[in-house]
């Protein structure tokens, strides 16, 4: 898609409440203008450009600080206290209840994605299972400076695999990244301390906890569950 299509797309995501995916399409807009800003020879058009960037980067910068609020904000429903080495805390026990068909937009910051993917599948596999109405996933994580080619080709994997469900995942790196959140269209914003990472790995890996995370022996960390306004 060329820049005026991307853009179109963000003031119709804008319009209809999905900010979540206007922010990743106005940012994505932006970036092409720029480009061709850069490019641009003629004054007047360069004059154009400028003028358009600046309107569309105001109202990406307003969404994304009101994202950042709702991810600051709220009152606490439940707070869970996981001891080490206990079970019982997979994904789906631990936020299930707040799963519905409500959730169409969910952020993910979670900045240390670096070879644990299975954790990410697996919240994944939880959320879309039980959000039917679910269209759009934004990952915020870390670059990860060992092997960014491992890391590109597994997200790439999984944006495609959830394209086929008519999902968008759209992933950005942010370095300086450090707090975990995980933030839910319908109104809710779900912390946990290790982020996504809490489970031990399975020792000997072909026993119970395998695939069920309700078997899997956890580390140590706290998970607050916030009520927020919807994200809209």
Known sequence: MNAKEILMKAVVCDQTGRLLQALAYYQDGIKILMDLVNEETDVGRKKVYHSRIKEYLDRAEQIKERISR???SGSLLHSVSIEDGATGYSYHTLIGKYLSNEV?????EEPYLVERYQNLINFLEVIIKNCADLKFVRLVTKTDTKNPANQMT????IKTDLSVREIILHFTFEDTLHDRKILLSSGYVIKIGRGL?????????YTLGMCDYDFRKCLQTDVDILRI???S
């Open 70 to 72: 709702f991810g600051h």
């Open 104 to 108: 169409k937009e969910v952020l993910i």
């Open 154 to 157: 597994a997200l790439d994997n």
């Open 197 to 205: 990472h809490f489970y031990k790995p399975n020792n000997p890996r």
């Open 229 to 231: 306004k919807k994200v």
